[in-house]
């Protein structure tokens, strides 16, 4: 098994910027893609971005592409999603979650383990 912890969420004005993290522990030896997704209230859980095992391979929604950035650092076991340009339809809650596939899917069925969340609010 695999365990996630997120960090980083908080309170931010509109236009600023958050870094969450997110720290695997237990079997990290495997490979394992990465994934951000986030969830509003009266809505359902949508893909915000994943990042492949070795770190090449990126994909992002349309809805923050060019203000979101995914990466990871496998000798720290971590993951990132640095969000600028902060928008308060950005406001959620954010998931980190793993897959065993090394190349991240956008579909939240697809990964096996996931973090607990993390509260990212946007005020306008």
């Known amino acids: 098994h695999v365990q996630l912890v997120e960090s980083g969420g908080g309170l931010v004005q509109a236009g600023g910027s958050l870094r969450l993290s997110c720290a695997a522990s237990g079997r990290t030896s495997s490979t394992y893609a990465m994934g951000w997704f986030r969830q509003a209230p009266g809505k359902e859980r949508e893909f915000v971005a994943t990042i492949s095992y070795g770190g090449l391979s990126t994909v992002y929604a349309d809805s923050v592409k060019g203000r979101f950035t995914i990466s990871r650092d496998n000798a720290k076991y971590t993951a990132y999603l640095q969000m600028n340009s902060l928008k308060p339809e950005d406001t959620a809650v954010y998931y980190c979650?793993?897959?065993?596939?090394?190349?991240?899917?956008?579909?939240?069925?697809?990964?096996?383990?996931w973090g607990q969340g993390t509260q990212v609010t946007v005020s306008s």
């Open positions: 979650a793993a897959t065993k596939l090394m190349v991240g899917p956008t579909t939240a069925r697809q990964y096996e383990y």
